[in-house]
């Protein structure tokens, strides 16, 4: 197992990894990087390491920015003195979120659940961890019930544009532009909808095929896209997710 490990503190980062010595001895540390801006080079050049330990305050930032400005594939355990980033971090492939100073018992624990996470499905899984494992659920949702005034309607996948989350708020978008809002977060979503059809873009949009209009270059290998209906915001599709897009569009 290769860790990337994002810690400032070297007295920090010298008990976490003895900590990890005792927990999994198999591990191997990938990388010890102390800013956002040596993270993100270092994920952008290397390949995606089995697991990131990421304590929240970094050097030049939070370690959270990371993974507002990468789409990031690697699980993540974050190891912090605060408390009030939990929930930002949980929208993140976050496995646990162990307050300092940590104990060996809890980092343990939140490896154990790294493992049932990644244990192949061929195995004695429970059907609690199942669907964690599959990429798709094996039966698409089709219908949404959405709240208008009083009123709850039943509306179908076929006539949706995009989802869209913004302030710890998700939002449905017709693809003749009506709005609502909807009890999912976009993680739930990308199990529940069929990845034929709907594509998660990035941390803020997932799109329905029909919805994409045209792609444009952008900077930095990144691509635009035009959605119909436009949001309000900018559409962009990181550098390393702009093949699958493409991939997804061709019917790939």
């Given at each position: 197992?290769?860790?990337?490990?994002?810690?400032?503190e070297?007295?920090?980062?010298e008990?976490?990894?003895?900590?990890?010595?005792?927990?999994?001895?198999?591990?191997?540390?990938?990388?010890?990087?102390?800013?956002?801006?040596?993270?993100?080079?270092?994920?952008?050049?290397?390949?995606?390491?089995?697991?990131?330990?990421?304590d929240?305050?970094?050097?030049?930032?939070i370690?959270?920015?990371?993974?507002?400005?990468?789409?990031?594939?690697?699980?993540?355990?974050?190891t912090t003195?605060?408390?009030?980033?939990?929930?930002?971090?949980?929208?993140?492939?976050?496995?646990?979120?162990?307050?300092?100073?940590?104990?060996?018992?809890?980092?343990?624990?939140?490896?154990?659940?790294?493992r049932q996470?990644?244990?192949?499905?061929?195995?004695?899984?429970?059907?609690q961890?199942?669907p964690?494992?599959?990429?798709?659920?094996?039966t698409?949702?089709?219908r949404?019930?959405?709240?208008?005034?009083?009123?709850?309607?039943?509306?179908?996948?076929?006539?949706?544009?995009?989802?869209?989350?913004?302030?710890?708020?998700?939002?449905?978008?017709?693809?003749?532009?009506?709005?609502y809002?909807?009890?999912?977060?976009?993680?739930?979503?990308?199990?529940?909808l069929?990845?034929?059809q709907?594509?998660?873009?990035?941390?803020?949009?997932?799109?329905h095929?029909?919805?994409?209009?045209?792609?444009?270059?952008h900077?930095?290998?990144?691509?635009?896209?035009?959605?119909?209906?436009?949001?309000?915001?900018?559409?962009?599709?990181?550098?390393?997710?702009?093949?699958a897009v493409?991939?997804?569009l061709?019917?790939?």
């Open positions: 197992m290769r860790i990337l490990v994002l810690e400032d070297y007295p920090a980062a008990r976490l990894q003895r900590l990890l010595s005792q927990a999994a001895p198999e591990a191997q540390i990938a990388a010890q990087l102390d800013t956002v801006a040596g993270a993100v080079e270092w994920l952008q050049t290397h390949p995606a390491p089995d697991l990131i330990l990421a929240i305050h970094l050097a030049d930032g370690s959270l920015d990371v993974f507002d400005q990468l789409v990031v594939s690697s699980p993540v355990i974050f003195a605060y408390d009030q980033y939990a929930l930002q971090a949980f929208k993140t492939h976050s496995v646990d979120y162990l307050l300092k100073p940590i104990k060996l018992t809890e980092l343990q624990a939140a490896l154990q659940k790294l996470w990644h244990r192949p499905a061929a195995s004695e899984v429970s059907q961890l199942q964690l494992l599959n990429t798709t659920s094996p698409p949702k089709t949404f019930l959405v709240r208008q005034g009083e009123q709850l309607l039943p509306l179908h996948a076929t006539d949706i544009a995009w989802f869209q989350s913004r302030h710890e708020t998700v939002t449905l978008v017709t693809r003749s532009g009506q709005r809002l909807v009890d999912y977060t976009l993680e739930q979503l990308e199990q529940l069929d990845a034929r709907f594509f998660r873009l990035n941390r803020q949009f997932i799109a095929l029909p919805a994409v209009q045209r792609l444009h270059p900077f930095n290998g990144k691509l635009k896209l035009d959605l119909h209906p436009a949001p309000a915001e900018e559409v962009l599709v990181s550098r390393e997710k702009a093949g493409k991939s997804w061709e019917g790939g």
